[in-house]
């Protein structure tokens, strides 16, 4: 079975720019969440889709911005890039979301992620 | 605020013997804990999770944890290291009542082991 795949494997933007990612979840699974990883640091969680819908939104601004397909795959934008955004871009998979509205305990699945550099 | 704390920004230990990765947390309520592993260029792989039970959980190769309420912690250990579990270790933490998969992440702890 495939894993999480996300395209593309790396991209170099310049400040101002806009940059589109994307991600495949695992067969079957309907949630996916983006995350941020900065060199030196954990993950940042940025946003989580279930079915079409934002689930979950962290310390972002509004210049990223995601959707998700209803084949389930996922896109994040970001908008007017910044040198600080730089980074490791994760996106992660899992099949259901909280049961009655509680956090999950579902696994999530990580993909390889999209390498940004902005210069 | 809710924060998780990996105190060692690197762990060495020798092939053959026991290792520990240490994790504690400040998240209010009982979160669910999780071990993810990083390799160079690649995304997180999952080790193991403790949701609720036994306060030893055993997870994939080789590696477990031990959750500790009264002290917040959940420090990955395995009884015998080998050279190819060097790699970037992450404990995460999902609170309850969050609701969805916002999950915190310590800074991770690189673990070096030599042959």
């Known amino acids: 079975d495939a894993g999480v795949t996300q395209s593309p494997t790396h991209l170099i933007k310049t400040r101002g720019q806009q940059v589109t990612l994307r991600c495949s979840p695992i067969?079957?699974?309907?949630?996916v969440s983006w995350y941020q990883q900065v060199l030196g640091q954990g993950p940042q969680f940025i946003f989580q889709?279930?079915?079409?819908?934002?689930?979950g939104r962290g310390n972002f601004p509004d210049r990223f911005s995601a959707r998700q397909f209803p084949n389930y795959s996922s896109e994040l934008n970001v908008n007017a890039l910044l040198l600080g955004d730089s980074a490791l871009y994760l996106c992660?998979?899992?099949?259901?979301?909280?049961?009655?509205?509680?956090?999950?305990?579902?696994?999530?699945?990580f993909g390889p992620g999209t390498r940004l550099t902005v210069l | 605020a809710q924060s998780v704390a990996q105190p060692e920004d690197q762990v060495n230990v020798a092939e053959g013997n026991p290792l520990t990765v240490k994790c504690t947390y400040s998240?209010?309520?009982?979160?669910?804990l999780f071990w993810y592993v990083q390799y160079p260029n690649r995304g997180l792989q999952f080790l193991l999770k403790?949701?609720?039970?036994?306060?030893l959980v055993k997870g994939s190769y080789g590696f477990e944890a031990e959750f500790n309420k009264s002290q917040t912690s959940f420090h990955l250990k395995k009884p015998s290291a080998l050279v190819s579990d060097s790699a970037l270790y992450f404990c995460?933490?999902?609170?309850?009542?969050?609701?969805?998969?916002?999950?915190?992440f310590g800074a991770g702890t690189r673990l070096f082991v030599k042959a």
């Open positions: 995460a933490v999902r609170p309850r009542g969050t609701g969805g998969f916002k999950t915190i």
């Open positions: 992660a998979s899992s099949a259901h979301r909280g049961l009655a509205g509680g956090p999950s305990t579902d696994t999530q699945y």
């Open positions: 403790y949701i609720t039970g036994d306060n």
């Open positions: 998240v209010s309520g009982n979160p669910y």
């Open positions: 067969s079957g699974h309907k949630s």
């Open positions: 889709y279930y079915e079409k819908e934002e689930r």
